[in-house]
């Protein structure tokens, strides 16, 4: 009975498991190094006291990547295209244009930050690792069918594990961090309204949005019976399902992991009075003498593998955003030549990315830099897909609810004020 009951409890993981997909890729992809930067900068400067951005975040999260893929899934169109149909083009093309170039930052400053971590645990060149890594993603979004490539990408997502680990092997305060993730601490100045703004921009981007509303659209054409949900409401009630488990479960992998990252630099860096972290590679680096050999060598771990989860889903949401928006053929089941247009805005970010890491560009300004185009692109965004996901025309009776419309929406104020205040701070 024992042994049935394991089994069937083993069955039920694994077919919950096969149901995660965009969602759970997305939610992972947004733990990027840049990431990892901005949380471990958190926990380092004000200890456990930002741990209640999470809970902020969560479901404003899962709102606005819930509309998302419900709009590629209902529509069978990608977001690009269906901004297409409710504001100007030249608007649409002026945002698309400002993911690319937001992005491309985000590009260089994850390839430098793995290059760096490889560097710190085998020694070498970190620019020479850096060419390899971008090299390797950008052969397998070439060459590997769709299907291989996001298998490849969810096991990957399993990388992120190394982060709750270190909770493991460092020592933490259950108890205050309990406490402060409640009841925080901190005074409102420059300095903590900085890194709030940081924080919001780095778990709700753009990219993500364009990046799970393509996949879905990936995920209709990949198998023969799937049809938008417009065009087959049969198939509606099992597919709305799956997007909501899955986005559900991604974004709480992604904010468990940044709470995660958060309470390890808090429990270490903070507690030694190391306030400021340059980089995730420096984060790492400055584990190692207080937290030990394990420590630094799982944070290593989980950057390298995160870092490669995210080069694809920010090149291939800025070609899908592109491709949608001009009308290419896009996809990543197409093979180069037949949709070239598509793989050339990945493999020009790519590119870009790797000369990023050349230039005397400094990545910590870059990234700053990007989140304040990121910042800016996000409102308009936002606020066009949640009225396109309330319109019967463009949803028919799939647009969404009025629960997932308030947190969408109060999620576009919030980044909206965010962007406002960047002149005020």
């Not at 400053?109 to 760096?116: E, F, I, Q, V």
């Not at 050339?344 to 300004?365: C, E, K, M, Q």
Request: proline share 4%; glycine share 8%.
């Amino acid at each position: 009975m024992d042994r049935k009951t394991s089994l069937n409890k083993r069955l039920r993981a694994a077919a919950v498991f096969k149901q995660l997909g965009p969602g759970l890729i997305t939610g992972a992809a947004d733990d990027d190094p840049s990431g990892i930067a901005t949380y471990s900068q958190a926990g380092a400067q004000f200890g456990f006291n930002m741990l209640w951005t999470m809970a902020l975040t969560y479901p404003l999260m899962v709102a606005v990547q819930l509309v998302s893929a419900r709009i590629g899934r209902v529509t069978g169109c990608g977001l690009a295209k269906n901004l297409g149909d409710v504001l100007p083009k030249p608007l649409v093309l002026a945002l698309v244009a400002s993911l690319f170039v937001a992005n491309t930052i985000n590009i260089g400053a994850n390839l430098s930050a793995m290059g760096a971590a490889t560097q710190l645990v085998i020694g070498g060149y970190a620019q020479a690792y850096a060419v390899v890594f971008a090299a390797v993603s950008l052969t397998l979004q070439l060459f590997i069918s769709y299907e291989r490539y996001a298998r490849y990408l969810k096991w990957l997502t399993l990388v992120l594990l190394a982060y709750v680990a270190v909770l493991f092997v460092v020592k933490i305060d259950w108890g205050q961090a309990a406490k402060a993730l409640v009841m925080p601490q901190f005074a409102l100045t420059g300095d903590s309204f900085t890194v709030i703004v940081a924080i919001l921009g780095t778990t709700i981007s753009p990219y993500l949005l364009f990046w799970q509303s393509s996949q879905e659209v990936e995920e209709i054409e990949r198998k023969p019976e799937a049809e938008p949900l417009k065009h087959a409401p049969l198939q509606a009630k099992g597919e709305i399902q799956r997007i909501q488990l899955d986005t559900l479960v991604g974004m709480a992998v992604s904010n468990l992991v940044a709470l995660a990252i958060m309470m390890s630099a808090a429990a270490t860096l903070h507690a030694q009075g190391k306030t400021h972290v340059g980089s995730a590679a420096e984060a790492a680096e400055a584990l190692r003498p207080v937290a030990g050999e394990l420590a630094f060598a799982l944070f290593s771990l989980g950057l390298i593998g995160t870092g490669l989860l995210s080069l694809p889903v920010l090149a291939g949401s800025a070609a899908y955003a592109f491709g949608e928006a001009q009308g290419w053929k896009c996809g990543l089941d197409n093979k180069p030549w037949e949709a070239t247009g598509f793989y050339g805005v990945i493999a020009a970010a790519t590119v870009l990315g790797i000369g990023i890491g050349f230039s005397p560009l400094d990545p910590i300004r870059a990234l700053f830099w990007s989140a304040v185009i990121n910042g800016f692109v996000a409102v308009p965004i936002m606020a066009a897909m949640m009225w396109l996901a309330g319109r019967r025309d463009q949803m028919g009776r799939y647009k969404v609810s009025p629960a997932i419309q308030f947190f969408g929406w109060s999620a576009t104020a919030l980044m909206a004020a965010t962007a406002l205040s960047m002149f005020v701070f």
